[in-house]
Structure formats: structure tokens, C-alpha cells
């Protein structure tokens, strides 16, 4: 059981729109600590997708953007590529003084 | 370029030791936090455990402690798992991750080290 939150699956064709959703509590998400995002593609370790909610690295598409509200934050895809097929996971920090992750989402590109 | 190199994994009985080294280039080794976060073939993320800088601080999460330590040689750039007790549940693919301790995130990973504790 994670201490985040998130779909186990979202999907969507070519060119659409997709958000995957990572509901926290208010002893992290709501405690103020940052949410960050990691792809992780088939096979591989996972990478550094959107930190401190809503900033990309160097390289990361303008097509992936992060948001945060109150308990919970948000990793929106829009284009979508059929290279977006991967796991997303969220992370965040716990005030007892731990990392935190969410079980992760599978986006499946129709 | 940013590197974080694991070793040490393989097939341990329930109860043995192993310990995993991490080798790290192209960074300020010393400045950073360093973390390792392991992964269950299949499923997800779960954070395993966290040094600083300096070494001085240490943390772990609760599923590890008392079993596990971390540790880390700067003039080396290189970090360490020590893992003892070992139990079925411990097999994963471990990694390790450069931290933004300030900020709480993994900006760099390796390509992680297998460990099976399987009698």
C-alpha cells in the first residue's frame, strides 16, 4: 500500500490529452513538501520527469507538465507520443521524514 | 556527464548479508545526498534509504531499519548498502540515486543492481 496515490492504468491515442492524478495527505502532499514525477520505460531505471511540481529538466518535452493543489498534484501529457508508453511515478517527502512514492500508472498509447 | 554505477547483487539465502557499492562520477560527490531506492520486479518504487553529504545523517525506512546501513566513502565517490537479515521480501532491483536534498527529488539513477534472497 502506498502512501500516495495514483491509477494503476491510464490510456489514450496519438495526439490526445492524458492526466494522471497522485493524492497524498496532509502529513506530505498537504504538509507543503514538493511533488516530483519519474518515467520509468520498459527495462529501465526510472527518470527525473518534473520536480518541485512543476519543473522540467533539460530535455524533458514541453508535452509533460506538473500542477499541485492542496493534498494532491497532477502530471498532464498532452501530444502523446507512442515513446509516452511507460510507468509514471509520484513522489513526494512525509513529515516523518521519509520518501514517499505512489504505486505508480501504467500509460498504455492506443 | 553524471554517473551512478551499482554492483554488488546477486543470490543471497533468507537471513545472509550482502552489501551493494555505488560508484559515482562526474558530480561533486561529497555535496551530495545519495539515496537508494529499490523496486520489486514488476512493481513500484519504494525508498529504501538516504545519507548526506557529509554522511552525518542517515535515514531509513521503517521496513529496513535495524537491518540495513548505509554508509558512504567521499574520497572514494563511492556509497554502500549494507544489507543483513535478509528476507524473501528483499529481493528487488536496487538502486541508487542521486538526491536534491533540499528539495527532497532523485535527479539521477542507476541502472540498478538485482539482489534475490531465495534459498
Known amino acids: 500500500q502506498s502512501v500516495l496515490t495514483q491509477p494503476p492504468s491510464v490510456s489514450g491515442a496519438p495526439g490526445q490529452r492524458v492526466t494522471i492524478s497522485c493524492t497524498g495527505s496532509?502529513?506530505?502532499?498537504?504538509?507543503?513538501?514538493?511533488v516530483h514525477w519519474y518515467q520509468q520505460l520498459p527495462g529501465t531505471a526510472p527518470k527525473l520527469l518534473i520536480y518541485?511540481?512543476?519543473n522540467r529538466p533539460s530535455g524533458v518535452p514541453d508535452r509533460f507538465s506538473g500542477s499541485k493543489s492542496g493534498t494532491s498534484a497532477s502530471l498532464a501529457i498532452t501530444g502523446l507520443q507512442a515513446e509516452d508508453e511507460a510507468d509514471y511515478y509520484c513522489q513526494s517527502y512525509d513529515s516523518s521524514l521519509t520518501v514517499v512514492f505512489g504505486g505508480g500508472t501504467k500509460l498504455t498509447v492506443l | 556527464e553524471v554517473q551512478v554505477l551499482e554492483s554488488g547483487g546477486g543470490l543471497v539465502q533468507p537471513g545472509g548479508s550482502l552489501r551493494l557499492s555505488c560508484a559515482a562520477s562526474g558530480f561533486r560527490f561529497s555535496y551530495y545526498a545519495m539515496s537508494w531506492v529499490r523496486q520489486v520486479p514488476g512493481k513500484g518504487l519504494e525508498w529504501v534509504s538516504s545519507?548526506?553529504?557529509?554522511?552525518?545523517?542517515?535515514y531509513y525506512a521503517d521496513s529496513v531499519k535495524g537491518r540495513f546501513t548505509i554508509s558512504r566513502d567521499n574520497s572514494k565517490n563511492t556509497l554502500y548498502l549494507q544489507m543483513s537479515s535478509l528476507r524473501a521480501e528483499d529481493t528487488a532491483v536496487y538502486y541508487c540515486?542521486?538526491?536534491?536534498?533540499?528539495?527532497?527529488?532523485?535527479?539521477?539513477w542507476g541502472q540498478g543492481t538485482l539482489v534475490t534472497v531465495s534459498s
Open positions: 545519507i548526506s553529504g557529509s554522511g552525518g545523517s542517515k
Open positions: 540515486a542521486k538526491e536534491i536534498a533540499a528539495a527532497y527529488y532523485f535527479d539521477y
Open positions: 518541485g511540481n512543476i
Open positions: 496532509s502529513s506530505n502532499i498537504g504538509a507543503g513538501y514538493d
